[in-house]
């Protein structure tokens, strides 16, 4: 190739991160990209959650990009909604729709002779120097293997397929789950239901937030002073707290991590009145194990006449409602799934067949992993945003994307500049990176004792085991040691 060749980029999902990337090409004059989207929209998972009470528990200043604040949030925590409209005024305002290809689901990708090969479900063809891949983490909803699931003759769906159509009020709704999902729409549904029913296979830790809502006076005060906006997006208070959230989960024994149980333990005893359902709710794990789940009023809500707790395994659903192991069946209009998602698919199930035809199955036949979260060897010039072993927790995933494409652009550079044609993370890098990766998760509060989806199949935590600082530290400038160049 020669000097700052005009290459074509590739990326996958119109979601926060792809429209960060498009964002970033375009930053650099680039226009040689597009980006393939499955659904007919923008907005990845604002998009496809629109369950009552979604709301993101990272506080909106913070779950903004760096480069676009928003004067105009209306709450500290924002609703669902409100994320999905900033994703969308700011691919209107970069002016993304050109690059946009709507209902094409990426189904191939093939590397040949030193370019990747796309195909789509529609038939589509393309090829590009770089792939990025901005598929998501949770986008596969996970569908519980219950028996008689199928001859429910209500309502029943998905926490992430939600049938508006559905009426709500006075109805009798089962919320099978208890994740950050099932514990906002239990939120937002028990005033609303005549019986709400929870079933929680694992009580959760429960970090008490107060959602204040933000004054018109306020939001008068950024858009006239941006300086207002941005000091508030780097708030020192904030960073800090997220510093200490993310030594905590990576020491478990530290002071900060002690400090996160006495709160949710005392939350728990002060919130919760009557003994018996004070017990029932009490986790037998760590507090942050699972994700830690920010609720302001979720206890409250559990305690009302017309909401039941029931902990257990749902393993059997009948025509009319759901049948406990002891026999007793309970009766329901509506079940709601707030069961999760398959969160080790990344790009699957697309076909991606790198270098000396090494498939993405097979690379990753034991677990998902990448170097630094970003490359896999074999897989020249395609590199992720938010893939396997990133940091996942209570902060802002967009400042982990800001991070990743800084480092995925210096990749990008070497191709560029001509000093390669072809760039991926080496097999002995990728081992070592995986070995420490690894040693460094099972101490991980993680990997302390539970079940939840940041264990890959072997049980062992998938994250990024260590400091957020640390990750950002490593996201300044790649150690191109580790990289294979040709
Ligand atoms: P999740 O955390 O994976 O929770 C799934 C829940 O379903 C768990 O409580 C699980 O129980 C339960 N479950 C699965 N099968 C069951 C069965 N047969 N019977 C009873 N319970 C069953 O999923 P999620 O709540 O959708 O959240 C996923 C992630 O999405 C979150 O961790 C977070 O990263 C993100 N999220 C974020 C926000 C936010 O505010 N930012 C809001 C929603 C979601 P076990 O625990 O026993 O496995």
Not at 240 to 263: C, G
Not at 271 to 276: E, G, K, N, T, Y
Not at 393 to 402: D, K, T, Y
Not at 417 to 425: F, K, N, V
Request: aromatic share 10%; proline share 6%.
């Amino acid at each position: 190739m020669t000097q700052q060749q005009d290459t074509r980029t590739i990326i996958i999902g119109a979601g926060m991160a792809g429209i960060l990337a498009a964002i970033k090409l375009l930053e650099q004059g680039k226009t040689n990209f597009c980006v393939y989207e499955k659904a007919d929209r923008i907005g990845g998972t604002w998009r496809d959650n629109t369950y009552p009470g979604l709301t993101c528990d990272v506080p909106s200043h913070s779950y903004t990009y760096s480069f676009e604040p928003n004067p105009n949030w209306t709450r500290t925590m924002p609703p669902g909604a409100e994320i999905q409209a900033y994703f969308e005024n700011v691919v209107e305002k970069y002016g993304l729709a050109p690059y946009l290809r709507f209902g094409e689901e990426v189904t191939r990708l093939d590397f040949i002779d030193g370019r990747w090969q796309l195909q789509t479900i529609s038939g589509r063809r393309d090829e590009a120097d770089f792939v990025v891949a901005a598929t998501g983490v949770l986008h596969h909803p996970r569908l519980p293997n219950i028996n008689g699931m199928e001859r429910f003759k209500g309502e029943l769906f998905h926490s992430a397929r939600w049938d508006h159509s559905v009426p709500l009020d006075g109805k009798r709704i089962a919320v099978v789950g208890t994740g950050s999902t099932g514990v906002q729409i239990v939120s937002a549904l028990a005033g609303r239901a005549s019986h709400l029913c929870h079933y929680q296979r694992s009580p959760q830790w429960i970090m008490p937030v107060i959602n204040t809502p933000f004054s018109e006076e306020e939001r008068a005060a950024w858009r006239r002073d941006p300086a207002l906006l941005k000091r508030l997006q780097h708030d020192p208070e904030l960073e800090a707290n997220i510093e200490r959230f993310s030594v905590a989960i990576t020491e478990p024994d530290s002071e900060a991590m002690q400090q996160i149980e006495m709160i949710v333990q005392q939350n728990l005893e002060q919130s919760v009145r009557d003994p018996a359902l004070r017990e029932k709710l009490r986790p037998n794990y760590r507090a942050a194990c699972k994700r830690l789940i920010y609720a302001d009023t979720f206890y409250e809500a559990v305690q009302r006449d017309n909401v039941e707790v029931v902990i257990e395994d749902v393993t059997q659903i009948e025509e009319t409602g759901i049948r406990s192991p002891n026999g007793e069946l309970r009766e329901f209009d509506i079940i709601v799934l707030a069961t999760g998602f398959q969160a080790d698919r990344f790009m699957r199930p697309m076909t991606i067949t790198g270098r000396n035809g090494n498939t993405l199955e097979n690379a990753w036949a034991q677990r998902p992993t990448a170097y630094m979260a970003v490359s896999i060897p074999d897989f020249p010039n395609l590199f992720m945003l938010n893939g396997p072993n990133g940091p996942v927790g209570n902060f802002s995933l967009i400042e982990i994307a800001e991070q990743q494409w800084h480092y995925i652009q210096q990749l990008m550079d070497k191709v560029e500049q001509g000093e390669c044609r072809e760039i991926c993370a080496s097999e002995t890098a990728l081992a070592q990176f995986d070995e420490a990766r690894i040693a460094a998760a099972k101490r991980s509060i993680f990997g302390s004792g539970c079940q939840s989806w940041y264990l890959d199949a072997q049980g062992v935590p998938a994250t990024w085991p260590w400091s957020r600082s640390h990750f950002k530290a490593c996201m300044q400038r790649p150690d191109f040691s580790a990289y294979e160049q040709h």
